[in-house]
């Protein structure tokens, strides 16, 4: 099933991401990650893709293929190009349609110095339109609420965006933010400026203090006060903070339903204890 098809049938489409698991970390530990998602039910599981190397790509193709062939639920893998050349993309994309894997999230990535960058794709619309020319996968892409850091502002990153949806880019997952107003404001440019296709919101449940500040300085989220509040009194507080976490990403994603969105899709942080949490306590709302 292609991912496009999801949307537009009177329900929150919810998905979750999950990244293998990290080089110290056993193999099997991702088994635990999906039995514990399974119960949730989620519309479709995605998983992430490392900066490159062979053994990193080849995790993410087999847990794909374990997502739709062991769990049968809908999977996305995520894939760059910036280090990848025609060929790898040849490759990986064969490898995905013989286990059944039909999606793919295009994405550039970023530059990394143990993988120097190959001139076949230069932004993610290249990749898009790459594989859509295939025509074997649904493609989706990614969209930055806040803008991408890169950009040197929000209007030549949203003409850049509408490039990735004309490239046939059919659904966008966004990076993750905290302040629903910067996401709504989002939606509506893109919808002004011609982007028609599903967009799901991508919601981060705060757990980790470090991890967090961490991930802000990586993609450029804002900290609304609310959220510097729940970090000053409880970060240093694990279950406190967890509790608080949860119960902000819950509250952020009935406001974002309230609100009309598409789609809801999970960072998991492969951890399915949180995930249940929070799908639990959206079960009804999601049907509304
Ligand atoms: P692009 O869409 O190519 O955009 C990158 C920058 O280039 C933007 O600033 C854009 O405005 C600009 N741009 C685009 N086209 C043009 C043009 N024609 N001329 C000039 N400027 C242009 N990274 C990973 O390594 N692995 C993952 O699994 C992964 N998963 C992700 C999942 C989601 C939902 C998100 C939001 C991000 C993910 N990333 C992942 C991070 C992503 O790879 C980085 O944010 C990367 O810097 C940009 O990727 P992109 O696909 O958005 O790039």
Do not use: W
């Not at 790509?57 to 025609?86: F, S, W």
């Not at 966008?172 to 440019?189: G, H, I, K, T, W």
């Not at 203090?209 to 990586?218: A, D, E, H, T």
């Not at 949180?274 to 639990?280: L, S």
């Amino acid at each position: 099933m292609k991912l496009c098809e999801l949307f537009g049938k009177g329900r929150t489409v919810f998905s979750c991401e999950v990244f293998p698991p990290k080089r110290n970390d056993p193999v099997d530990s991702i088994y635990q990650t999906l039995d514990g998602l399974k119960d949730i039910r989620p519309d479709f599981i995605s998983v992430t893709f490392g900066a490159g190397g062979s053994q990193v790509n080849q995790t993410t193709r087999d847990i794909a293929a374990l997502i739709e062939n062991r769990y049968h639920i809908p999977a996305m893998a995520h894939l760059t190009c910036v280090a990848a050349g025609k060929e790898d993309v040849d490759r990986l994309l064969a490898d995905l349609k013989s286990d059944g894997v039909e999606n793919v999230l295009a994405l550039r990535g970023d530059v990394n110095p143990d993988y120097p960058p190959k001139p076949d794709f230069k932004y993610a619309s290249d990749l898009v339109s790459y594989i859509r020319a295939r025509g074997d996968f649904g493609v989706s892409a990614a969209c930055y609420p806040e803008g991408h850091l890169e950009s040197p502002d929000l209007v030549s990153d949203l003409r850049h965006l509408r490039e990735k949806v004309d490239a046939g880019a059919q659904h966008l997952v966004s990076q993750l933010f905290f302040d629903n107003d910067d996401f709504f404001r989002f939606l509506e440019r893109a919808r002004i400026a011609g982007i028609n296709v599903p967009i799901e919101a991508g919601i981060m449940p705060v757990l980790s203090k470090n991890s967090i500040q961490r991930m802000v300085s990586m993609c450029g989220a804002s900290l609304p006060s609310k959220l510097t509040r729940i970090l000053a009194r409880y970060g240093d507080h694990p279950d406190a903070l967890r509790e608080a976490g949860i119960a902000y990403a819950i509250d952020q994603i009935s406001d974002l339903i309230a609100g009309g969105v598409e789609g809801i899709h999970l960072y998991t942080m492969n951890n399915p204890d949180v995930a249940r949490q929070i799908a639990g306590s959206i079960n009804s709302i999601r049907k509304v």
